[in-house]
């Protein structure tokens, strides 16, 4: 029985995460449940799986859960940052699937694997925006790291007992989003109801605009660069439309290795959990004949230059990532609420990086200066955008 705590359990990776707990019962446990806003759904499943403690982003979350739950005896309740952090550290949790989105629990990782905790890693921000200290923390306690974002589940799994000499470069396949083929006039009139419309995934509304963009690929390469200690410009991004092949590695003999499946997050899940070991899984085998063809394209860094962007963080070593993020989060938030075109996107995040002043990633502190720093210069510039974009409609 392996313990686990899953912070973000009422989102789109923390329900498959309680789906893959559901098909092993006799294998996985859940102890701790964190989630962010939604107290409905987080007094449900911890009425069904009986946690020692949850948490919820703020105390108001804490009073609507206690409502939902009734009379009934509760486990113990936590809020905010503290909260993620009680979860994650949790004497009993053995694995820690952290699947909440955005920066929130970068602070409750670092503790996590300060503990002694296995880390199953789906959220990216936290290795994008401090991939060296995360690492690092990591070596020095000698904790498992474990990716289930797709591509890097998938090159974890290529990368199997082989040796770091034996790697010649990380080939991370991009489905290319619902505009691949859209030219740089039709990208500049699309809508947020048009990018929440992924071709082949179904996930969280932010990285649904991220793949859009491309800049998830972009989030994926700096992942990417920190979990297998890659150089960027050894990390390439392939447009593979189909979502079949989910990364591939060349060897350096010319052989590439690649993990195919089936596009379903239960699999890299379950494989997070079952890892070293694989597990019977009910998922339908991957129907190759039915398939037909695989497709590669370059990505077109022109019409995409999020994933420009992301190149050039990749290569610092310092906040720039930061900084890239930061500014791509506010910038995502406000083209979803109306206010920010799609184009004005990656201008927003060029140019707070332009602006970044950057400092060597040495402390979670130094992180979250530069975070806030970055998310105020691209909130004040997304405000002058915005009114560049109601004065040309009127
Ligand atoms: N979905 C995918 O297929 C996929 C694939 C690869 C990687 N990822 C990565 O995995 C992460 C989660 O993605 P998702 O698609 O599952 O997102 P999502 O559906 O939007 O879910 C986000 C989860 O995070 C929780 N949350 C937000 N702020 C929080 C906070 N301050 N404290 C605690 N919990 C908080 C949310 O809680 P409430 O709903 O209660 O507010 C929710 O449970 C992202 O970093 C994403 O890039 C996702």
């Not at 904790?143 to 034996?166: F, K, M, T, Y």
């Not at 230059?305 to 500014?327: D, E, F, I, Q």
């Amino acid at each position: 029985m392996k313990n686990l705590a899953i912070l973000g359990s009422t989102g789109s990776i923390g329900r498959n995460a309680l789906n893959v707990v559901d098909a092993n019962p006799t294998r996985l446990k859940v102890v701790a449940l964190a989630a962010g806003d939604n107290a409905m759904l987080l007094a449900e499943q911890a009425q069904r799986y009986q946690p020692a403690i949850v948490a919820m982003a703020t105390s108001d979350g804490v009073d609507r859960l206690r409502q939902a739950w009734g009379a009934a005896p509760r486990p113990r309740i936590d809020a905010g940052q503290d909260g993620l952090i009680a979860v994650a550290t949790h004497p009993d949790v053995e694995l820690v699937i952290c699947a909440s989105s955005g920066t929130a629990a970068l602070e409750a990782v670092v503790a996590a694997i300060d503990a002694g905790k296995a880390i199953a890693l789906a959220n990216k921000e936290v290795l994008v925006m401090a991939g060296a200290l995360v690492m690092e923390a990591a070596r020095r306690r000698g904790v498992a790291v474990l990716p289930i974002d797709s591509e890097h589940n998938a090159i974890h799994q290529c990368l199997h007992g082989r040796d770091a000499s034996e790697i010649r470069r990380l080939i991370l396949t991009a489905s290319g989003g619902p505009f691949r083929d859209f030219s740089r006039d039709a990208l500049e009139r699309v809508t947020p109801e048009e990018a929440l419309r992924h071709p082949t995934w179904q996930m969280g509304r932010k990285i649904t605009i991220d793949s859009a963009t491309m800049m998830n690929k972009g989030l994926e390469i700096i992942e990417a660069r920190w979990l297998f200690d890659m150089p960027p410009d050894r990390i390439e991004v392939v447009i593979h439309p189909q979502s079949v092949i989910h990364s591939m590695v060349e060897l350096s003999d010319g052989s590439v290795i690649a993990q195919l499946g089936v596009t379903d997050m239960r699999l890299p899940i379950q494989y997070a959990c079952s890892y070293p070991d694989r597990w019977e899984s009910t998922l339908p085998s991957l129907d190759l004949v039915r398939l037909g063809r695989l497709d590669f394209l370059s990505p077109d860094m022109d019409r995409f230059p999020c994933l420009r962007l992301a190149y050039r963080a990749a290569r610092s070593t310092g906040t720039l990532a930061v900084a890239m993020n930061a500014a791509n989060e506010i910038a995502v938030e406000a083209f979803l609420d109306g206010r920010l075109s799609f184009a004005a996107i990656p201008r927003v995040i060029e140019q707070t990086m332009d602006a970044h002043d950057e400092e060597r990633v040495e402390s979670v502190e130094v992180v979250r200066r530069a975070d806030g720093q970055a998310r105020e210069y691209a909130r004040e510039l997304g405000r002058r955008l915005e009114l560049k974009v109601l004065r040309s409609s009127t």
